[in-house]
């Protein structure tokens, strides 16, 4: 019960018994219930982390310097179809990654997260092990957005997160110097009975985003 306290002061008891209800029905099935959010437009102004550079990547770099604690997902499918990657380098290792798209995205067999094209969505997020807890996910953010802004566009972003994932949802709460990512409505995928279904909330429906099923 000490984790339910936990997450009580900084969710309420509404979201907080959500996350405990999930977490107890993922022992009987396999399913994923997200929030879609955008970010909030702020600028992002935080001081830029010490020995380390981030900037947009092709395919042959990003394969040339991936560090070994990121080497073994099959992301050329990426490239292929021309999605940005931003990379966190140390010296000439990529120790960190975002790719960037203004299209429809595979999630999981029979899944893809979709929305509008005036959004763009950042997925197959990551960090080397060795290097998590300084922040390089934010930096791949604010480069994102400055290779936006100097093609004379700024569109918002778009991501989900799972209700589960609290750490992440706490740290978008304290963000310095701006303001906490806007919920859009919630999305969820399950299997059951050998079918995947989809579903999105009625905010996450007129925004037209969320999960959906590839027929």
């Known amino acids: 019960m000490s984790?339910?306290?936990?997450?009580?002061?900084?969710?309420?008891?509404?979201?907080?018994?959500?996350?405990?209800?999930?977490?107890?029905?993922?022992?009987?099935?396999?399913?994923?219930?997200?929030?879609?959010?955008?970010?909030?437009?702020?600028?992002?102004?935080?001081d830029a982390v010490p020995d380390y550079t981030c900037r947009r990547v092709d395919g042959e770099t990003f394969h040339a310097c991936l560090s070994e604690g990121l080497k073994g997902e099959d992301l050329r499918w990426a490239f292929e179809r021309d999605d940005d990657c931003i990379a966190n380098f140390h010296g000439d290792t990529i120790v960190g990654y975002s790719f960037v798209s203004s299209r429809p995205t595979h999630v999981l067999p029979?899944?893809?997260?979709?929305?509008?094209?005036?959004?763009?969505?950042?997925?197959?997020?990551?960090?080397?092990?060795?290097?998590?807890?300084?922040?390089l996910a934010r930096e791949r953010w604010r480069t994102a957005r400055q290779l936006r802004n100097a093609s004379g566009e700024d569109?918002?972003?778009?991501?989900?997160?799972?209700?589960?994932?609290?750490?992440?949802?706490?740290?978008?709460?304290?963000?310095?110097?701006?303001?906490?990512?806007?919920?859009?409505?919630?999305?969820?995928?399950?299997?059951?009975?050998?079918k995947t279904h989809c579903w999105q909330s009625r905010g996450a429906r007129q925004q037209r985003v969320g999960f959906r099923r590839i027929v």
Not at 16 to 37: D, G, K, Y
Not at 118 to 127: H, L, N, S
Not at 155 to 173: G, M, T, W
């Open 3 to 46: 984790t339910f306290r936990q997450n009580l002061s900084a969710f309420g008891f509404t979201q907080s018994l959500l996350i405990l209800l999930l977490t107890t029905a993922r022992r009987f099935f396999e399913f994923e219930v997200c929030l879609v959010q955008i970010n909030s437009g702020m600028p992002y102004e935080y």
């Open 110 to 135: 029979g899944v893809e997260f979709t929305f509008p094209d005036w959004y763009r969505y950042g997925y197959a997020d990551a960090t080397d092990p060795d290097h998590r807890g300084k922040r």
């Open 155 to 194: 569109p918002r972003s778009i991501h989900y997160i799972n209700v589960l994932n609290v750490s992440s949802r706490k740290a978008d709460l304290s963000v310095p110097n701006g303001l906490p990512s806007i919920t859009l409505g919630y999305t969820a995928w399950w299997n059951w009975r050998g």
